[in-house]
């Protein structure tokens, strides 16, 4: 099962790809990229591009992560 989350973040990368979470007081390090895609987004409203990674990080939490726009987001929470 999986939340929608769509909740901003801090992500800082390493060439491009996500690598530290910090997500108010809670910081989570991702140890794999499971999955990413692009999606166009809501275009006919003018909403930008997103690129979506599904990750996992070394505390066990399945994320997917939400890059629009410059902005970083957890768009879902997988349990």
Avoid: K
């Amino acid at each position: 099962m999986s939340r929608l989350v769509r909740r901003s973040i801090e992500v800082t990368t390493i060439d491009g790809l996500p690598h530290t979470i910090v997500d108010g007081d809670n910081t989570y390090t991702v140890t794999t990229i499971i999955d990413w895609w692009m999606e166009a987004g809501a275009w006919w409203e003018d909403e930008p591009p997103r690129t979506m990674y599904r990750v996992q990080t070394q505390e066990w939490f399945l994320f997917d992560l939400e890059f629009s726009g410059g902005q970083w987001s957890i768009y879902r929470v997988w349990d």
